[in-house]
Structures are given as structure tokens and as C-alpha cells.
């Protein structure tokens, strides 16, 4: 008899969203600095895309307030 394994796996973007916030998470980091040699150090398609995903982040925080406070009621979600 065999087993079938049909975890869930882990796309390439939820990997680098987990290791963001485990580097973000040390709370000795001063984010100041970061952003600063984030903006002065890379390139400007670099820390364009930078943008974006904190711009995805801030629109995408008010629904995931909403979800974890129970009243948010899509069917993705669920």
C-alpha cells in the first residue's frame, strides 16, 4: 500500500514574504537606515520594485484586519 503526500506547497513568493519578515523581525534593526541604503545602494529598478511591495502591503492590510477580526467574509479566506 502507498501514501499520497498532497501537502500544500510554499510558492516562490511566500518563501521570500517568510524570510522579509524573519530579517524584519530583529527588532535592534533600525529601519531608518535600511530604507536609506535601500534607497542610496541599489538600483532604481531595485528599490522601485521595493515600493511596490510595500505599497501591495499597505492596500492589502485593511482586508487582513478585516479577516483576522472575523468579519471579513470572502470565500478565499475561508
Do not use: H
Amino acid at each position: 500500500m502507498y501514501r499520497i503526500n498532497r501537502s500544500r506547497l510554499k510558492t516562490k513568493e511566500e518563501k521570500i514574504a517568510e524570510r522579509i519578515s524573519v530579517l524584519l523581525s530583529d527588532l535592534n534593526l533600525d529601519l531608518e537606515k535600511v530604507g536609506y541604503y535601500i534607497a542610496r545602494d541599489t538600483p532604481y529598478l531595485i528599490f522601485n520594485r521595493a515600493i511596490e511591495v510595500l505599497e501591495s502591503a499597505n492596500f492589502q492590510k485593511p482586508i487582513i484586519d478585516e479577516v483576522r477580526e472575523g468579519m471579513y467574509d470572502d470565500r478565499l479566506f475561508k
